[in-house]
């Protein structure tokens, strides 16, 4: 994964697919009139509220403002006048940041944290908590922006169409929320966006949806299997240099535990129960979830509740978890012969004489002299971090 402008965190996702079957329609009284008459087998069918689809709005809305909080960025970013070379330079304002500087097509570091990207110092010191959500809805570039809008279209509706855009918009923004406050616990000298934190969430709530609904699958452990493998493919996607996979596995257990709470359906007992005519009905009483349906709903609630304030507390005091765990830098990075897995910001030494200036990378020591009249403190950063990358 090419990395985001500066030391920017970039974050991707994928989906899977589902063979689960609902019950839709059940059998009611057979018609009376001259509708029985003509027929005395017709069946009429009615839809269960339980298993009825919706229609999906919420997620396309969803995508919508991601894409317009891009275009905003880009206005924000104005290229031409805060950098001194751009991309794609005929789009005026909206051009993009030197490749050297943004590989995906996107804005500057210094726009994104102006438009609010997670910055974990401004979090804890400056008491701008706000950003853990804003950041979601940030994108480092095109492709950054293009890779998860798709795959919330492809996972988000279908999730929509079966449980509503309540459960779906909670499970949304509570594991983008978890997302966030995993990666300020562990990566705190970059900032980050993107919503790949809950696109995860909305796998992990698929995974444990499964689980609790295990009875109402058909081809249960093809489907276990193939969901099981599609999160592991994303989850060491990100092991790649400046992809923020904290967020990634925090969107992910956020979501897990949500899907125990939110994406809990009745069995087919007491549904066929409720639903039946009278005389068709049982005798014996079916309860409308089993017994470790709920117990997961009570333990996930309990975690959820635990570890938020745990890990609010905790990032509000500043702790950085990595001196408290040696290893867990590998969970978002592991450095190879191929790639470095430093990701510190990058800074220069400028010096004027008269009107050029000599920028030298204090991380690599690089040196280059540029001819710049009047240059403002965003065009330096930009050269900087050209120079250093």
Not at 78 to 99: E, H, T
Not at 212 to 222: E, F, G, H, P
Not at 264 to 269: A, D, E, K
Not at 307 to 317: I, N, Q
């Amino acid at each position: 994964m090419a990395t985001a402008p500066d030391n920017t965190q970039i974050r991707v996702n994928s989906r899977r697919g589902s063979s689960m079957i609902h019950p839709v329609s059940v059998e009611t009284p057979p018609p009376s009139g001259a509708a029985a008459a003509a027929n005395p087998n017709a069946v009429v069918y009615r839809e269960v509220k339980h298993f009825k689809k919706w229609f999906p709005w919420l997620i396309p809305l969803f995508v919508v403002a991601n894409i317009v909080m891009f275009i905003i960025t880009m206005s924000v970013n104005n290229c031409p006048k805060n950098s001194v070379s751009c991309v794609a330079g005929f789009l005026g304002r909206f051009s993009f940041q030197p490749f050297k500087e943004n590989p995906l097509l996107g804005p500057s570091s210094s726009a994104l944290e102006k438009m609010g990207a997670l910055d974990v110092d401004k979090v804890v010191h400056q008491h701008e908590g706000w950003r853990l959500i804003t950041c979601m809805w940030l994108h480092a570039g095109v492709f950054h922006l293009l890779a998860n809008m798709l795959s919330l279209l492809v996972i988000g509706i279908r999730l929509e169409q079966e449980f509503g855009f309540v459960r779906i918009g909670l499970l949304y923004i509570i594991s983008g929320f978890g997302g966030s406050l995993l990666s300020a616990l562990f990566i705190q000298s970059n900032i980050s966006v993107g919503a790949s934190g809950a696109l995860f969430g909305l796998l992990g709530g698929m995974l444990s949806e499964l689980i609790t609904n295990w009875t109402i699958y058909a081809n249960k452990v093809a489907a276990l299997l193939t969901l099981v493998i599609i999160i592991a493919i994303n989850l060491a996607v990100g092991i790649l240099p400046h992809v923020d996979n904290f967020a990634h596995i925090g969107g992910f257990l956020s979501g897990f535990l949500l899907g125990f709470v939110f994406l809990i359906r009745p069995q087919f007992g007491w549904v066929n129960q409720r639903y039946a005519p009278a005389e068709y009905s049982s005798t014996s009483s079916s309860p409308k979830f089993k017994t470790y349906q709920c117990v997961l709903w009570v333990l996930s609630l309990i975690l959820l509740i635990v570890g938020f304030t745990v890990g609010l507390v905790l990032l509000l005091r500043g702790e950085d978890l990595n001196d408290h765990c040696s290893w867990c830098h590998y969970l978002s990075c592991v450095p190879t012969s191929r790639w470095s897995c430093n990701t510190q910001p990058v800074s220069c030494q400028a010096v004027q004489t008269g009107s050029e200036y000599t920028l030298t990378c204090s991380n690599s020591s690089k040196s280059r002299t540029y001819a710049l009249s009047n240059p403002t403190a965003s065009q330096i950063q930009g050269l900087c971090t050209q120079l250093c990358r």
